[in-house]
């Protein structure tokens, strides 16, 4: 369980992203966080990855309130959490199998442990013919299906994605959201952040939509039209 | 593109992600990750040859300066040994005193350990050599006694200080039988004084080349970091521990000091070459008592063991300043 209560956040500047947020994500849900440009979608998704740190209020997750993971804790979070970026963040000196291999390499999984989930996560996203490709010589869809490879690999408890359809056309966009779902349904947290307002609607999931920092809306899945 | 959901669940035969390595299995990764850091940075400084030339030849050329001074410095404490067993120090009787005192005198010195021999030499050997000396013979000749005392001559061991013999001297000063002390041996207490001093600007030489060296791997090391720093970010964001991020890095600098340290090792050797002709030419005239002296195997292989501790500790104190920027 995802808890927001009262979070806000301030940049340096006076910029307010987030203001007073409230809300919660069960486990294993899957929900949009929706909004025009500065909303503070981004900023959300960077409150849960540690990238930033609230200005006030608390987010926790399961009971355990973020806020106490100290900076020498950061690494081991994020190690539970899958992260998806519109701009998929690649190795491009890499092969793809190295891009999707990385999260294993750091959490000590053993060589032919890495192996089979690489493959698993490849095949998954129809990749497995391009492990030994550069992500350079793939195209803007299947790149981010690496970046999904690799979010997915570790098997995190939170799968966030910002914007992860945003370069796509909409036939890939409507693919990889339905990755998503599959993730969701075999009990992994979702949270994404989209504006593709056509796409949220077609997905039938919960909505959070944001305006200026600010909830204005809480929709459930069958409230979304 | 397949839409299975066993493609992921399938390979998941563990109940709980966390729980899932063993010890021995981590400490495998780790082993693996240190090997995989070694390897990958030495193809980094493979793939950048000038650049990595360039600062292992700075490096290793401010290595070898303090190496080349120590050199020095070991030949002129050898060629002050040499000299020091050919300066005697001459004891001249009191006028008067029999054979047996001096031979008596010349037993007593020639028992404490910091003089290797005693020569005794009669009034008439010292009349003798004067008598060769040119210009002396027709003086000579005008005596009636021969007014010239025993003369002790002490050669002191190579291994005696500046200190012990200087003691030497003033204990036979001190002696009732004995007229004069020529110590021809105060040329060593200078000789030792400069080479303090020597050993000394040595010592901070190589303090400050060793910190230029240290300069030479933080910047680099800085450069390459900043360089990364798009693939730093995404390491972060995936959950790499600094140190993970960091153990590239590290490689590097101790690349970079090994290499550095065997080509300071390699100059000194090669300066010792140059050195070896001269110094056989100046033992020569010293009747080959001069030996060009080298440096011990130990120090060059400890050249290179501590410029890699160098290098990694430039790399560490740059990485770990970079990447709290970084993350």
Redesign the interface.
């Known amino acids: 369980m995802i808890h927001f209560d009262q979070v806000s956040k301030r940049y340096e500047g006076g910029h307010e992203a987030l203001s007073q947020l409230s809300f919660e994500v069960p486990t294993g849900e899957m929900a949009f966080v929706t909004g025009h440009s500065g909303a503070g979608k981004s900023t959300l998704l960077k409150l849960l990855g540690l990238i930033e740190r609230p200005s006030h209020g608390t987010i926790s997750m399961d009971g355990k309130s973020l806020a106490k993971i100290r900076r020498s804790g950061i690494p081991k979070w994020r190690r539970q959490l899958g992260m998806v970026f519109q701009d998929h963040r690649l190795l491009m000196e890499r092969t793809v199998f190295a891009n999707v291999e990385l999260p294993l390499v750091i959490g000590g999984i053993a060589k032919p442990e890495r192996a089979r989930r690489v493959r698993a996560a490849l095949e998954k996203v129809g990749l497995l013919a391009y492990e030994r490709q550069l992500p350079a010589t793939l195209s803007t869809g299947e790149q981010q299906r690496v970046g999904i490879a690799r979010a997915i690999v570790a098997r995190p408890t939170l799968l966030i994605a910002d914007e992860p359809t945003g370069n796509l056309d909409p036939q890939l966009a409507v693919e990889i959201m339905g990755l998503f779902g599959e993730f969701q349904q075999i009990g992994t947290t979702v949270l994404i952040a989209s504006h593709d307002l056509p796409l949220i609607k077609r997905m039938k999931k919960r909505v959070i939509v944001l305006d200026h920092g600010r909830l204005v809306a809480d929709l459930a899945a069958q409230e979304v039209l | ?3 299975p ?1 066993e ?6 035969p563990e109940a709980a ?2 729980n899932e ?1 063993t010890r021995g ?2 400490l ?3 082993r ?2 240190h090997g995989w850091s070694a390897a990958a940075s030495l193809r980094r400084l493979a793939s950048r040859p000038l650049g990595t030339l360039l600062t292992v030849a700075v490096m290793g050329l401010a290595l070898a300066l303090p190496l080349a001074f120590y050199l020095l410095l070991g030949n002129v404490q050898k060629l002050g040994n040499a000299l020091g067993q050919s300066q005697a120090i001459s004891v001249f009787m009191q006028p008067g005193q029999t054979a047996q005192q001096a031979q008596m005198l010349a037993q007593q010195l020639g028992g404490r350990p910091e003089v290797a021999a005693v020569v005794v030499k009669t009034p008439q050997q010292g009349m003798d050599e004067l008598a060769k000396m040119q210009g002396f013979s027709g003086a000579v000749q005008t005596l009636d006694d021969n007014p010239l005392p025993y003369v002790l001559q002490l050669q002191p061991r190579a291994e005696a200080t500046a200190g012990a013999l200087e003691q030497l001297v003033a204990d036979v000063r001190t002696m009732r039988s004995v007229e004069l002390v020529q110590d021809s041996g105060s040329w060593r207490q200078r000789l030792d004084a400069l080479l303090g001093v020597g050993n000394r600007v040595v010592l901070v030489l190589a303090s400050l080349l060793a910190l230029a060296a240290l300069l030479v791997v933080g910047n680099t090391v800085r450069v390459d970091i900043a360089s990364r720093s798009e ?1 730093i ?10 140190a ?1 991020v960091r153990r590239p890095y590290l490689y590097a600098g101790i690349w970079y000091g090994l290499f550095s340290g065997i080509l300071a090792a390699l100059l000194a050797v090669l300066i010792e070459f140059a050195l070896a002709g001269p110094v056989a030419q100046l033992s020569q005239a010293y009747d080959g008592k001069l030996h060009v002296g080298g440096l011990p195997l130990w120090l060059l292989l400890a050249v290179p063991l501590a410029a890699a501790a160098l290098g990694w500790l430039g790399a560490r104190l740059v990485s770990a300043w970079q990447l709290r920027k970084l ?1």
Do not use: K, Q, Y
Request: glycine content about 12%; hydrophobic content about 40%.
């Open positions: 593109m397949n839409t959901s493609a992921i669940h399938a390979p998941a992600p966390r390595h299995r981590r495998g990764s780790w693996e990750h693939e970010g995404v390491l972060l964001l995936v959950g790499a521990s600094s993970f993350g």
